[in-house]
């Protein structure tokens, strides 16, 4: 059974820190591109980071320069680092991954997902 599971979600305050991490069985996915995707409350699932099996990174414009997406192939993990967290942040986090190997992926194409953990930024 292909799995993906997110841990690391939690309650943090705005400027505070956090880190993600994917762990995927079942399958390897060292020549998926995998990325994070969130869902606001109320609002659409969107691309926050994507990382392909060479390295390959594309950010969401509201992330960039505040979260570090990075992955393991041999481990088949993902992770998202996440500094300076604003109350917009806070969302469901889910783990995906797409056998195209391309950076610029969108919640349609992916062919796996995890469950989600739950981010929460106070002000």
């Known amino acids: 059974q292909v799995r993906l599971v997110e841990s690391g979600g939690g309650l943090v305050q705005a400027g505070g820190s956090l880190r993600l991490s994917c762990q995927g069985s079942g399958h390897s996915f060292s020549g998926h591109v995998m990325a994070w995707f969130r869902q606001p409350p109320g609002k659409e699932r969107e691309l926050v980071a994507a990382?392909?099996?060479?390295?390959?990174?594309r950010y969401a414009d509201s992330v960039e320069g505040r979260f570090t997406i990075s992955r393991h192939n041999g481990k088949n993990t993902l992770d998202l680092q996440m500094d300076q967290l604003k109350p917009e942040d806070t969302a469901v986090y889910y783990c995906a991954a797409d056998r195209s190997n391309r950076a610029l992926v969108t919640v349609a194409q992916m062919d796996y997902w995890g469950q989600g953990t739950q981010v929460t930024v106070s002000s």
């Open positions: 990382v392909t099996s060479g390295g390959t990174t």
